[in-house]
């Protein structure tokens, strides 16, 4: 039972005719007659008595008819508190995020909210992991996405786990330095082998650099490192062109993996990951706007996992959905 046969049988008993309630509903003929057989059928009544004379209830599609119109009512009486519910929410959210969280993260928030909050404008603001803790603290950012070594994860702020996201070795599909050639037939490298190759490194102050210099410190090994540009798509460029590697996560480069520009080797022993966490500012008490874009980042997160842009762990399963490969059975389950 859905709501278009619902409306269809309202029409009919109304007008206590097919070709009329089409002609009301400017609709085929057709497909109320076979939405209108679908319901007795999926009922297992006979709601119409057919005759001369048009079509008229028989009294147990009178009783269904009270019940179809509450039905829709209550539809209709949802629908309006929830459009009225996001159209209470408007100002302006600013998010502090790194480049490589806003490239996977922003198409699809900005996509979504010009069709959910018409009247909320959201802002990003992008940096290095350590500015963006800076504007959580000087109060300049609403919400952030903050990595592990975030002063905020022990505080009293509303602090989520999104992510665990995976960290690859990306290499260009046509590398100009013929000591990267090998590298082109691994699908994963072991932590220490990374010592072998020259690798564009992030600011000292940024979350992967001390990630990247810690785990080698464990490993007893020393990277070959050469300073990042300050863009990150400057320096995914250099990459691209078979110039140089980068470690990062998929958030950075799903795009240019989907048009074969770059390709990514996991890193193994150990596996390379680093926490994602998503941040309400403290001085947010009471903001319908805030918490609507909060709770849309979880959601959008989510998505994007799913569609294997942002490789890793989901650790905030609020908005998962599992992988499907028969629809009947899971709308069934």
């Not at 009329?20 to 059928?41: T, V, Y």
């Not at 119109?69 to 629908?79: H, T």
């Not at 928030?109 to 500015?131: A, D, K, M, Q, W």
């Amino acid at each position: 039972m859905n709501t278009k046969q619902l409306q269809y049988f309202l029409a009919t008993a109304e007008q206590r005719s097919i070709t009329a309630a089409a002609k009301k509903l400017d609709i085929a003929q057709p497909a109320i007659s076979l939405q209108l057989a679908n319901l007795e059928h999926e009922l297992k009544v006979k709601l119409f008595e057919r005759d001369f004379r048009g079509m008229t209830l028989t009294e147990t599609g009178i009783k269904f008819e009270k019940h179809a119109k509450k039905i829709l009512m209550q539809i209709q009486i949802a629908k309006s508190d929830v459009t009225q519910s996001e159209n209470e929410c408007l100002g302006k959210v600013v998010v502090g995020l790194s480049q490589s969280v806003c490239n996977v993260l922003s198409m699809e928030l900005l996509n979504e909210i010009e069709h959910r909050y018409e009247n909320i404008e959201l802002t990003f603001r992008v940096g290095p992991s350590y500015i963006v803790d800076n504007w959580l603290s000087e109060n300049k950012i609403d919400i952030a996405l903050c990595y592990d070594d975030s002063e905020f994860l022990d505080s009293k702020a509303n602090v989520i786990e999104l992510i665990r996201e995976d960290l690859f070795l990306y290499i260009s599909e046509k590398p100009q330095n013929p000591a990267y050639s090998e590298l082109k037939l691994y699908s994963a490298i072991p932590f220490v082998d990374l010592q072998n190759y020259e690798i564009f490194m992030p600011d000292k102050q940024d979350a992967l650099s001390k990630l990247l210099v810690q785990t080698a410190d464990d490993s007893g090994i020393k990277l070959k490192t050469k300073d990042a540009f300050g863009q990150m798509m400057t320096t995914l460029h250099f990459v691209t062109q078979g110039l140089g590697l980068v470690v990062c996560p998929s958030s950075s480069t799903f795009h240019l993996e989907q048009s074969k520009h770059i390709r990514g080797i996991k890193i193994v022993a150990p596996r390379l990951q680093q926490k994602v966490h998503l941040i309400k500012a403290e001085q947010i008490e009471s903001n319908s706007a805030v918490d609507a874009i909060f709770e849309l980042i979880r959601e959008v997160t989510a998505s994007v996992h799913g569609k294997n842009d942002w490789r890793g762990t989901l650790l905030d399963k609020k908005y998962y959905l599992p992988q499907v490969i028969d629809i009947e059975t899971f709308v069934e389950g």
